[in-house]
């Protein structure tokens, strides 16, 4: 994980079916387990290796859209093993990125709507029908477990289709109430900023690179994409099957190298910059946009809390909260790190959580049955070691997991629930970006509200209750960019036409809807005066016209016209 990346997230989008089986109920354990808990998930007979999928050839055709004069590699968080050797970028590179964008751009920009957005509904049925070839790359790549990286295909296709559909109506031009009705006609274009200068995560190597692309490519805009250096195949593997439903190629440049030294030079040249990542290289990002004055949108760090009412089903929440916490081991801006259980069903709920969270079948190989993978790097591993070990040194209590497990791989950690937490704990306020989650119990509905929204970020929050009305209540009161009623992250998330971001520290601007493909375009007004205008005419003096000004302006007021 580079600094300009980390931590970056989440954002899975349709939630997965319940990934572990449902485990008996049993007492909540005695704290701090010495051994190995969670099971190892065996792997089918014949599966498929790296070297069966990362192959010479496929390296040499992915790797055409890369302009780099260096060299690099990337790994597998699997076993540590070298994946492939990669173009890397130097500055030099990403001028020239951006020169071909701008030279590619403009044809593309003429090009009807319509035909824009048919490139995404392509899109969409290419990714859908060779998904298998993408699913073993993201593995590969993240270390995630299948079924999470089936997380990604559904986020993608449900974007594509949305704005394969959608784009026309977001983008056409729309008739405004003029200064003078009748007499002012007005009507709001939409114009494509540029070149979009992307930074995107290693965690969601498909859905943060492409899934954020294709709004900027049907608005009419050319992409010069980076994408982190460890995940660039599964990046590289989308730009390709892009090309392949009709994208011009210039108009997707993709640039690879070290974070510090390529990230900056994306946001010199950009007309425009997305990117997602930690918060503090988002303020980072952000001054170097501003300092250029063109826009950005940043979706950034998480600290994010469930709620489990009173009246919550506890068999569901415990079952929603293995989802929420553990997706991606955890590795996701909106997974949830903080759990609160009302006093009166706590130990239910915690019976069930953790006799499920015990549970999980821990696994590598490319193939569904895996319930959680690895993590991505030695750097995350760190902070999830140094944030347990912390917290269990000043009085936590381990209720599951807690330790390594490198008899699977250098970079599994278990699913872990911290019970006991303070906040002179790091685990407490910071954001951990793995698969631990802290326990807090509560009385006051109030009280808990306050809890959850104390905290810098405001990214993403779960409510679980039988009742709907009081969910949308207290939803309501969250300082969260989504609250999932029900879920961990994925309702909200995979609800493409509703828009999906961060509050205070956790980021600025908004994906999905028609915020999420507006963000890309410039507004342009024209405005046409007709027949008289907007001065003295028809032989009237400047008081007349002062005097039937005013008298129109109390008519439109009376009309109730906007």
């Known amino acids: 994980m580079t600094d300009t990346q980390a931590p970056a997230h989440a954002n899975g989008p349709t939630p997965p079916a319940a990934s572990t089986p449902a485990a008996p109920a049993s007492a909540v354990p005695a704290p701090g387990p010495k051994t190995p808990t969670n099971p190892v998930a065996p792997a089918p007979a014949g599966a ?37 050797e990669l173009p890397e970028s130097t500055p030099e590179d990403v001028a020239e990125a951006f020169a071909r964008a701008r030279a590619a751009r403009t044809a593309w920009a003429a090009t009807p709507v319509r035909r824009r957005a048919a490139v995404l509904l392509r899109f969409h049925d290419l990714v859908l029908e060779r998904q298998a070839e993408v699913l073993d790359l993201i593995q590969l790549e993240t270390g995630k477990a299948r079924l999470h990286a089936h997380e990604e295909i559904q986020a993608v296709a449900i974007a594509a289709r949305h704005y394969g559909v959608k784009a026309p109506a977001y983008l056409n031009p729309k008739r405004r109430t003029g200064a003078v009705p009748v007499l002012t006609k007005v009507t709001e274009l939409r114009q494509p900023r540029g070149v979009v200068g992307q930074i995107a995560p290693w965690n969601y190597p498909l859905e943060l690179s492409v899934g954020d692309a294709l709004p900027a490519f049907a608005a009419g805009n050319a992409v010069v994409m980076k994408p982190d250096t460890e995940t660039a195949l599964t990046a590289l593997w989308a730009r390709d099957l892009l090309v392949e439903a009709g994208l011009p190629p210039e108009v997707f440049q993709v640039v690879l190298g070290e974070g510090p030294v390529v990230g900056p030079e994306v946001v010199k040249h950009a007309d425009y910059v997305s990117f997602t990542g930690s918060t503090r290289t988002g303020r980072e990002v952000a001054r170097g946009a501003a300092a250029r ?35 991606s081991a955890g590795q996701l ?19 069930r959580f953790v006799a499920r969270t015990k549970a999980m079948r821990l696994g590598t190989s490319l193939a569904y049955g895996a319930d959680m993978g690895s993590l991505v790097g030695e750097r995350q591993l760190e902070a999830v070691t140094r944030h347990v070990d912390e917290a269990v040194a000043k009085g936590a209590k381990v209720l599951a997991g807690g330790l390594p497990r490198p008899d699977i791989g250098p970079l599994f950690y ?9 906040p002179s704990m790091a685990v407490c306020a910071e954001e951990t970006f793995g698969p631990v989650v802290s326990v807090y119990r509560f009385t006051d509905e109030d009280e808990v509200i306050e809890r959850a929204n104390d905290t810098a970020y405001g990214l993403n ?28 992250y ?17 980021g600025l601007g908004r994906r999905h809807g028609s915020d999420g493909i507006l963000k890309y375009t410039e507004a342009q007004t024209v405005a046409q005066q007709r027949v008289m205008p907007l001065a003295p005419a028809f032989g009237m003096d400047d008081e007349k016209y002062a005097a039937f000004m005013s008298r129109s302006l109390k008519v439109m007021k009376a009309l109730r016209l906007r």
Not at 310 to 320: C, F, M, T, Y
């Open 48 to 84: 498929r290796t790296a070297a069966d999928v990362v192959t010479p050839d496929l390296v040499a055709r992915l790797t055409k859209g890369v302009v780099g004069s260096g060299r690099t590699a990337n790994h597998t968080p699997f076993t540590g093993d070298r994946l492939a």
């Open 293 to 327: 004055l063109v826009g950005v949108s940043l979706e950034l760090g998480g600290k994010n809390p469930m709620l489990v009412l009173r009246d919550a089903d506890v068999e569901k929440a415990a079952a929603g909260a293995v989802r929420a916490c553990f997706s």
């Open 333 to 351: 801006c909106i997974s949830i790190e903080r759990l609160y259980v009302h006093e009166s069903i706590a130990d239910a709920f915690l019976e």
């Open 414 to 422: 278990e699913p872990t629930i911290l019970d006991g937490v303070g």
């Open 461 to 488: 929050a779960s409510v679980w209750t039988k009742d709907a009305r009081r969910g949308l209540a207290v939803a309501a009161r969250l300082r969260a960019g989504t609250v999932n009623v029900n879920e961990g």
């Open 490 to 506: 994925g309702a909200a998330y995979g609800s493409v036409q509703a828009p999906m971001g961060g509050m205070k520290d956790s």
